[in-house]
């Protein structure tokens, strides 16, 4: 593990390079995650660096003084940002609030990726109002509920199933909850044709959080958009179904000669 220091705070990542001359690429995870959801993309190590950083409050970064909603999301691209110039990363993999981290940096601030990978994420992330007001009163029933068959997963065994519950215990109930409701006010629908790089959306095919209609919109509306489902996985596929999604990704980034 490695940090980077900005705006008063630690942001901790995990930079794998095995001498691969493809571009970097800096993985994003979801809400109440941490690097540790992209364990399985370490292989991609061997054709490019794979760097994996946790959002402040998250893992073993510092946390931030911010509310729910835009600043929040600014405050996530700022640790993004910090890391991708620290190690030299072109490529934003982000899945579900990492996605829509992603999607605020290539419209809105001053870096500008060579390419995006949208995995478990959209346009818009509104949340059920029953999570929401599970996120605030029962937080049990939230975990529970996210981790029904088609939500977080489709069919994992139960230590994908642990890690992603043991992630979402250490960030504990505010930090969830800021995330969800970060991704519930998030809309870029109006702003998809400013996406000025190639872009790859990619889900599981049993995702009903984020289901496969929200990239199949992604790709339509991104100017360079492609659109890829990945089988037998529902919305965390990287960790789910990691052979079948790094040979999408690695296929994706060779065309684009990245």
Request: a negative charge; aromatic letters at 6%; hydrophobic letters at 40%.
């Amino acid at each position: 593990m490695e940090t980077v220091s900005h705006h008063g705070r630690e942001t901790a990542y995990e930079h794998r390079d095995r001498g691969g001359g493809g571009r970097g690429i800096l993985c994003i995870h979801g809400s109440g995650g941490s690097r540790d959801v992209w364990k399985s993309q370490a292989r991609l190590a061997d054709d490019r660096p794979v760097i994996a950083l946790d959002l402040s409050g998250h893992g073993e970064s510092g946390d931030i003084a911010s509310e729910a909603g835009f600043s929040t999301l600014s405050a996530y691209a700022d640790d993004v940002i910090a890391v991708a110039r620290e190690t030299d990363a072109r490529v934003l993999v982000g899945n579900s609030l990492g996605g829509a981290v992603a999607l605020h940096i290539a419209l809105y601030r001053e870096f500008d990726p060579e390419a995006l990978v949208l995995v478990g994420t959209g346009a818009r992330l509104a949340v059920l109002e029953d999570l929401l007001a599970w996120l605030a009163e029962d937080f049990e029933r939230a975990i529970d509920f996210l981790h029904e068959p088609g939500h977080l997963f489709y069919d994992a065994d139960d230590a994908l199933v642990a890690l992603s519950r043991g992630a979402m215990d250490e960030c504990g109930r505010r930090v969830v909850e800021r995330d969800f409701r970060s991704c519930h006010t998030f809309d870029v629908r109006d702003d998809l044709d400013g996406i000025a790089v190639p872009t790859l959306a990619v889900c599981g095919e049993h995702d009903r959080l984020t289901p496969p209609a929200y990239h199949e919109y992604l790709a339509e509306e991104i100017p360079d958009g492609e659109f890829e489902t990945i089988p037998e996985a529902a919305h965390l596929a990287m960790l789910e179904r990691p052979g079948a999604f790094n040979e999408r990704v690695s296929a994706f980034l060779t065309d684009r000669d990245q």
